[in-house]
């Protein structure tokens, strides 16, 4: 999964366990393993249209480049549902 992020430049911003200019995955996935409402879909389509307000003033801008099958495989990963 490594690969494909970094294939996909987000480790340019966000990094396994530290955080960078974005919130680390990990961080991720503590603050949504409290929210039962957060599917791997609706993280999914999230990192696909970018987002604002959730991690503070910096926006995320949207990555059209990531597949929607791509985005779901990051976003399970990230939720520690994928391998």
């Known amino acids: 999964m490594l690969k494909l992020f970094k294939n996909k430049i987000c480790l340019g911003c ?14 991720v996935r503590e603050k949504y ?3 039962s409402e957060m599917t791997a879909d609706i993280l ?6 970018g987002g604002s307000g959730v991690w503070g003033a910096l926006r995320m801008p949207p990555q059209p ?19």
């Open 14 to 27: 966000h990094q396994v366990d530290a955080k960078r200019v974005g919130p680390s995955f990990n961080m």
């Open 33 to 35: 393993q409290q929210d």
């Open 44 to 49: 999914a389509t999230r990192i696909r249209s």
């Open 65 to 83: 480049k990531v597949s929607q099958e791509e985005a779901f495989l990051m976003a399970q990963w990230i939720l520690g549902k994928g391998e």
